[in-house]
């Protein structure tokens, strides 16, 4: 199988992983600047039945579950916007990071940085670190099991100049539930709220640090997350509302967010409304802002 196929000349250049080749091959060592080492890569990776690899930014893949949780639109939007608004950072933080979808993209977007991710699902960590592994990443990337709420995730004097974060939209009592556990855990507040994130968030923040995340735009969800920031004396510095098909009304947003130590007192009271990025035309074909987005993080537009 011809894995370079998917890879089409329109993303900028960028380190070509070693991938499901030996990691001993010519390629890799010519093409490779994250060069892997030690035992682990002496078994060369496979791509298992229950499992699909797949594009995600330039060179890089994603391994994901072919019936499990799927990297979404909003995964992209929180990893494009987070490292938009904090182009040099050089330490990230991916907070229930599932697969790895955003961190990912964000050590693409942010080449050299040092990646932090927390993940409470032992099935989503697996792939996050096979996918890293794949892409050559592991001596960038600390991918961590655990709940992120629990200081053994963390350490107090751990500080990031970029966190990203994706909280389940809505409490457990709320809709339809899947029933595949890894779905379920994205989607429904079962280890943790939007007011969770911003507390750690709040903790971790390096100084002039960016918090940015992704959260439903309707009224009541978009008072939840501004009380949840306001909580943790953060302050929604930014916000962009995100509508999936042109005319309809936005269902996320995006928000940039700070500590309100590290911002001037005359604007810890203000947040500058950004205009709508619209997904898709009336028509159904993709925005060409939304194209931008997309090749902006090495994706096909």
């Not at 099991?145 to 990031?160: A, I, M, V």
Request: glycine letters at 10%; aromatic letters at 10%.
């Amino acid at each position: 199988m011809d894995h370079e196929a998917n890879f089409r000349g329109w993303a900028k250049p960028g380190p070509i992983p070693p991938g499901l080749g030996s990691p001993n091959s010519n390629s890799v060592r010519q093409g490779n600047r994250f060069q892997p080492s030690g035992l682990e890569f002496s078994v060369p990776l496979a791509i298992e039945p229950h499992e699909t690899l797949d594009a995600i930014s330039g060179h890089f893949r994603l391994f994901q579950l072919r019936d499990g949780h799927r990297f979404s639109t909003d995964d992209l939007l929180v990893a494009w916007y987070g490292t938009s608004w904090c182009p040099t950072a050089r330490t990230a933080l991916d907070l229930g990071s599932g697969i790895g979808t955003v961190g990912m993209i964000c050590a693409w977007r942010l080449p050299g940085a040092r990646l932090v991710t927390v993940e409470a699902q032992p099935e989503s960590v697996v792939l996050a670190r096979k996918s890293a592994r794949y892409n050559g990443l592991t001596e960038h990337f600390d991918i961590r099991e655990g709940d992120f709420r629990d200081s053994r995730g963390l350490r107090d004097e751990e500080k990031f100049d970029l966190i990203t974060g994706s909280p389940p939209y809505f409490p457990p009592e709320a809709g339809v539930k899947s029933e595949h556990p890894q779905r379920l855990t994205c989607r429904f507040e079962l280890r943790g709220n939007a007011a969770d994130y911003c507390a750690t968030a709040s903790k971790h923040l390096a100084p002039g640090g960016l918090f940015a995340c992704v959260f439903p735009f309707q009224a009541a969800q978009l008072a939840r997350a501004r009380e949840s920031a306001h909580a943790a004396e953060l302050v929604i510095v930014r916000q962009r509302p995100v509508i999936f098909r042109e005319g309809q009304e936005p269902l996320v947003g995006l928000f940039g967010i700070m500590r309100a130590d590290d911002l001037p007192v005359s604007f810890r009271g203000q947040t500058w409304q950004e205009p709508p990025l619209i997904i898709r035309k009336r028509t159904g074909e993709i925005h060409p802002e939304y194209s931008a987005v997309k090749l902006a993080i090495g994706f096909p537009p």
